[in-house]
């Protein structure tokens, strides 16, 4: 069952974008093991290399709270396509992820939302277990 209070408020989010150099938002919404959700937006910086996207801000909000265990992730980009994590915001969902089964829900918009696992948007990702190796 999808997490509606989770869709809305990474929609929410996304309005508070900065984002002069692409015109390009993007809202998360992260719920974590406290069972409260954490929004970012994407922050773009003149510097390109120093900009940080929606779902990083939002897993680095909730982080710095005390939390270390992503049980859902919904992102929204572009409204009128499905805008999926670039592939650093994946390996940083995957650090914290509760498991390889937690959902990340892609938003174009309230309506229409696909349901993803980490799992089948980065399989074999590279983990702190294989550094144990
Ligand atoms: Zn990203």
């Given at each position: 069952m999808i997490n509606k209070e989770l869709i809305l408020k990474a929609i929410e989010a996304r309005e508070n974008a900065y984002c002069p150099y692409s015109n390009f938002k993007v809202g998360a919404a992260v719920l974590f093991e406290d069972d409260k959700i954490y929004t970012g937006c994407n922050i773009e910086n003149a510097?390109?290399?120093?900009t940080n996207c929606a779902e990083r801000t939002a897993i680095f909000n909730g982080i710095s709270h005390g939390n270390r265990l992503i049980k859902a992730i919904a992102l929204i980009g572009d409204p009128n396509a499905f805008t999926y994590p670039c592939g650093i915001c994946r390996q940083v969902i995957s650090e914290f992820a509760?498991?390889?089964?937690t959902k990340i829900y892609i938003i174009k918009n309230e309506n229409e939302i696909l349901e993803k696992t980490l799992e089948e948007i980065m399989p074999g990702t590279f983990t702190k277990e294989d550094l144990d190796k």
């Open positions: 510097s390109f290399g120093a509760e498991s390889k089964d």
